[in-house]
């Protein structure tokens, strides 16, 4: 009883895995949230990190619904699972192998501005910037249809995966804000290199725990139908 308690939460924890992943991975938002807290104080920070969690959620639930509904057969779950692990595991190889300059030291960004003083207007300026990042609906969509084919459309399974991905995502910006004048470190080129080697081989593991789960539960179900 108890190894079956805990084993409805694997889901969980694996998502969670994601989620320190994508939290890890560098990128504008990353440092729009550093300059941010360091400029204007971390209670900004925070509503800026709120406002791109809720445009990560409002994609997550679209795409989760989505999802269970156009893919219910055994066969594209396999298809869309290995597709989306290969997508994965590609997009690990590429960072993994990138290359950092080593003479730049700052991330040019542009400032996160808003018009009208206040929190709330950051939290908008969140949600809208990331909305607007087409890379990040591809990668929610391609990572629910391939969990979705990992997990064999256990919607259940799909549900807590997520909300152990958004979990850490959530936790990880807010500790940004609060932490922000002490990771400027995160600008220097050796670190930069190493991180993305980290968050490489992170998706390269996620990638392909999504192949093999979804050949898994193709074959599964081959053998529970056959007579």
């Known amino acids: 009883m108890v190894v079956n308690s805990l084993a409805i939460f694997h889901p969980l924890f694996e998502g969670m895995i994601l989620g320190i992943t994508v939290a890890i991975t560098l990128g504008p938002a ?3 949230l550093l300059q941010t807290s360091v400029k204007h104080g971390v209670k900004t920070g925070i ?11 409002a994609l997550v639930i679209g795409f989760y619904f989505g999802a269970s509904q156009i893919v219910n057969d055994k066969f594209y779950h396999l298809i869309l ?4 692990g290969a997508i994965m595991t590609i997009f690990g190889i590429y960072t993994f192998l990138k290359k950092i300059p080593m003479t730049e030291q700052v ?12 929190l709330l207007p950051y939290f908008f300026k969140g949600f809208v910037i990331n909305l607007a990042n087409p890379f990040l609906w591809v990668f929610w969509i391609t990572s629910m249809l391939a969990i979705n084919a990992t997990y064999g459309g256990d919607q259940r399974a799909v549900a ?8 850490m995502v959530l936790t990880t910006d807010i500790l940004k804000c609060v932490l922000a004048n002490r990771i400027k470190i995160l600008g220097n080129p050796q670190v930069k290199l190493w991180l993305n080697r980290i968050v490489g081989l992170l998706f390269m593991i996620i990638g ?6 979804s050949l898994f539960e193709y074959y599964r179900g081959i053998q529970i139908h056959m007579p």
């Open 107 to 118: 991330e040019a960004i542009n400032e996160i501005k808003v018009k009208k003083p206040g």
């Open 160 to 167: 807590l995966f997520f909300t152990g991905t958004l979990f």
């Open 208 to 213: 392909s725990f999504i192949i093999a789960g």
């Open 47 to 57: 509503f800026l990190a709120l406002g791109i969690f809720a445009s990560d959620l």
């Open 81 to 84: 699972g290995v597709i989306g």
């Open 30 to 32: 990353l440092f729009a």
